[in-house]
């Protein structure tokens, strides 16, 4: 039985070097993975976040994980590992690491546990044995081959800013019904963000129209610096089309649109994330050119 002690600073530089070697074989096994990693950064966190963090100590070190307990838009707490969080060498130091570490989440009020993991049989097996489940997809795909498909002569896209925010909120809240969302509860929250993403001047929003009346949006932003990412990358965020206007290849021209300017302004990659359970986004992004490289998994903590 290995012994699951809190991590030591003496263990750092081993601890980084396991998730060094583990982002090297990810990115093996897909090449949209980006395996070059700060170790600097990661140890200096890792330092900071030594408290939280447990490792599975076999004589050597065989694994570790760290989750951030935080609290989520239902005020209830989660706990988030990072792609970086977590190293093992078998399934069985795994569960001995997260038997342990869930104790304490759950001393400390959490409810559930999200992790983003490797996309491919092998990896999320060792998860899914813990009872996680998929609950969203990563996508990224390459920026070599942009297309510029038009739209039906009926529409238009635009650029938006600022005072577009009625706009954005109305598309908005069409996206969080779709997903299931509670639209009421979620508004005051939704508009914050809203304001916030559509008034920084790193944020690209665009809007089609029918008419001069908005049938479709999304978002797009170059992502800082991040683990498992190529340096600029935009994110594509928010793209919603209205219910009586799919299917004409709106989204296919206005992601064309926000993916030219994205590569315009430097991006190399494009990433997107979905709701696994979102069949209709999922065929799309697919059929637009994304692959899947990780996804996020859920587990409750009872
Ligand atoms: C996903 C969504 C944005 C697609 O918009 P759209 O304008 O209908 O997409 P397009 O017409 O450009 O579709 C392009 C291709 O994507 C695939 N696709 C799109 N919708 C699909 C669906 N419902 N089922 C299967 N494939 C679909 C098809 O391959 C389609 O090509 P085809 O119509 O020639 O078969 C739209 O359905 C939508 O707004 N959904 C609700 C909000 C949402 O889920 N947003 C994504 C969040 S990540």
Known sequence: MALIRNLDAEDIGFIASRVANRLRYEAEQNPLINPLFDADAFESALFGAREGTWVCDEGSLTGHIYGAVLQGASEQSGVWIGPDGVSFDSPSDLKELYEVASTEWKSRGAHEV??????TESSLQPW?????????????MKLDALRSRPLANEYVVRLGGPQDLSTALAL??????????DVEASRASREEDLIETIEDPDTSYFIVENDGDPVAHCVSFPL???RSSHDETAHLSDVVVLENHRRRGIATALIDEALNHAHQEGARFAEVNWRSTN?????????YGFTSTYVRLQAKLS
């Open 224 to 226: 800082p610096p991040r």
């Open 279 to 287: 069949v209709q986004a999922k065929a799309f992004w697919l059929d």
């Open 128 to 140: 899914r044995d813990l009872g996680f489940e998929t609950v969203h997809e990563h996508g990224v």
């Open 172 to 181: 908005d809240d069409l996206l969080e019904q779709y997903q299931g969302g």
């Open 114 to 119: 999200f992790v983003w993991v490797l996309n």
